[in-house]
Nanobody
Framework: QVQLVESGGGLVQAGGSLRLSCAAS????????MGWFRQPPGKEREFVAAISWSGGSTVYADSVKGRFTISRDNAKNTVDLQMNSLKPEDTAVYYC???????????????WGQGTQVTVSS
């Protein structure tokens, strides 16, 4: 099992940056693919970024490509999401998730954090 706790959310102006972090506990973190998803207000949850267990492979949603960077530190059991050039449409609750395979599909992830709110003002 993997337990996940997100941090780093907050309020930022458009064009600004935030760094989200997800701290994981559990023996299987280092063999787990990790993903970030978000749920904008009144909308469905959507994929943001994912990274393989080794960190050697990453995938991004088109809407964040070139602005967001996912990374992981298996020694520290953390996965981060660096978000630059933030836009009001990035406003959402952001969730990290752990799963067996790197995927853009939320049901492929078995473990989820509680989420952290990101609000981007215009």
């Amino acid at each position: 099992q993997v337990q996940l706790v997100e941090s780093g959310g907050g309020l930022v102006q458009a064009g600004g940056s935030l760094r989200l972090s997800c701290a994981a506990s559990g023996r299987t973190f280092r063999s787990s693919a990790m993903g970030w998803f978000r749920q904008p207000p009144g909308k469905e949850r959507e994929f943001v970024a994912a990274i393989s267990w080794s960190g050697g492979s990453t995938v991004y949603a088109d809407s964040v490509k070139g602005r967001f960077t996912i990374s992981r530190d298996n020694a520290k059991n953390t996965v981060d999401l660096q978000m630059n050039s933030l836009k009001p449409e990035d406003t959402a609750v952001y969730y990290c998730a752990a799963g067996a395979l790197t995927s853009m599909v939320d049901h492929r992830y078995a473990y989820w954090g509680q989420g952290t709110q990101v609000t981007v003002s215009s």
